[in-house]
């Protein structure tokens, strides 16, 4: 199989991220080791569908989650794909197989109650750290930004005039989201106070911060007011998406400030608004 060229490939012509492609080798060596034992298979040429669907039902059988199973099946879509483009294959094996459906679960979010609770600034110290962490929190809240998207964001990135920042996500694709002026105003005090420069979220040594930093911060805070198992950052993602929809926001300008690329990543969200209609039903409708 042509692995260390296809993750060359999506490295260096389309920029994938290092988690993509660390993901990508990982699904495709499991595979490839999966053909050499099963099948005594080694060349791309020989593939076949029904060799693919036996991974699938080995994966499922296996006790994989659908959304594991998927996102190895979309890594193999996308490694056919480069063969087919390339000509190192003449037939797309993978054509054929169907991904699992999955279950799609209402995203777990926080209560807006709870979250004026969590960004009383009195939980916060008045120092560098207490106010990056309060700043860290809000700015989840505020844009529904991914971590890794919280993480690279620079000093060079903010439009104060426009009140928007530009943020890079997934596939190097850039958005802009808008900006609240309470925001603003607390990040320009910020980056003032403590000189910042370049990146925005840093330790005292101004050394950008890393993913787990930023988790076990979010956990720290959310854990005092929320009871939900699963106090991570993205359910700040969660929260922000559910809030705007409750109040009016159309579901297109949601998937433009989550930078989403389809509506369906957007529309599992408005399960949480008709759970609150529901409720206002009931409590309001005379008949209910």
Partial sequence: MQIKEFLNYIKSERRYSFHTCTSYLRDLSQFQQFLKIKFDVYLDRDIRFEMIRG??????DSKNSVTTV???????????????????IEKNPITKIVAPKINKKIPS???QYH?????DKSNFTDDFVGK????????????????????????KDFDFEKKSIKIVGKGKKERYVPLSDNCIKTIKIFVKQFKITNFLFTDEKKKKLYSKKIYRIVKDYLSKYSSKT????HILRHTFATHML???A????????????SLNATQIYTHNSIEKIKTIYKKAHPRS
Avoid at 55 to 60: H, I, S
Avoid at 70 to 88: D, G, V
Avoid at 250 to 261: C, P, Q, T, V
Wanted: no cysteine; charged share 15%; glycine share 4%.
């Fill in 109 to 111: 979010h926080i209560a």
């Fill in 132 to 155: 990056r962490n309060f700043l860290i929190i809000e700015f989840l809240y505020l844009t529904g930004v991914r971590v890794s998207e919280l993480l690279s964001i620079k000093t």
């Fill in 70 to 88: 998927n996102r190895k099946i979309s890594t193999l879509r996308s490694y056919f794909k480069y063969l087919i483009t390339f000509s190192i």
């Fill in 115 to 119: 979250m004026s609770k969590i960004l």
């Fill in 230 to 233: 699963n106090n991570s950052p």
């Fill in 250 to 261: 159309d579901i297109n300008a949601i998937k433009e400030m989550l930078g989403h690329s």
């Fill in 246 to 248: 409750n109040n009016g």
């Fill in 55 to 60: 991974w699938v039902a080995f994966l499922l």
